[in-house]
């Protein structure tokens, strides 16, 4: 069962909240800072573990790696009545180290949004050809937003969640 974060005890909104302004600290840092004791906030740990903490990952400067250029591409797939073709092409995508984000929904002209990320433009026209040649006849309103990477101002959920967390209902 999934568990409304507004279903939250206190010190365990006080507990994410911590880990969200610096993931590095250990149970005992928590602990001292929402005053509560050490054992208490190992038990809160292993529940959030298990009912919203998916994972602890690291946040690179994407820069610095040399991830150069942004791509938001949104379009209509045209290949819902094909079950095997868009399962195999949706989890293409899913598997692409350069897809970064992947949803689809319901709309007039768009039902799917992929963001992604290439080392310069020349990785991006080259994965774009391939796409297009490979799904063209299934890919509608295909439209292509590129970002250089040193213009992306924010990207990160951690403001929304604390907003959740800091403003339950």
Known sequence: MQQRINLLK???RKFL???LSD????DAEIARRIKINKSTCSRIRKKLEED???E???IIDIEKVGIDIFVVLTFQWKGFNNRELTKKFFSSLENDPHVIFLANGEGSTIS???FLGFRDINEYHKYFKELRDKHDKFIRNL?????PSKEVIKNDFTEIIKYVLENKK
């Open 10 to 12: 206190e010190n365990e």
């Open 52 to 54: 919203f903490i998916s």
């Open 112 to 114: 799917t949004v992929v």
């Open 56 to 58: 602890y990952i690291p």
């Open 143 to 147: 439209i292509s937003l590129i970002l």
């Open 17 to 19: 909240l911590c880990i």
């Open 23 to 26: 993931g590095n600290l250990t």
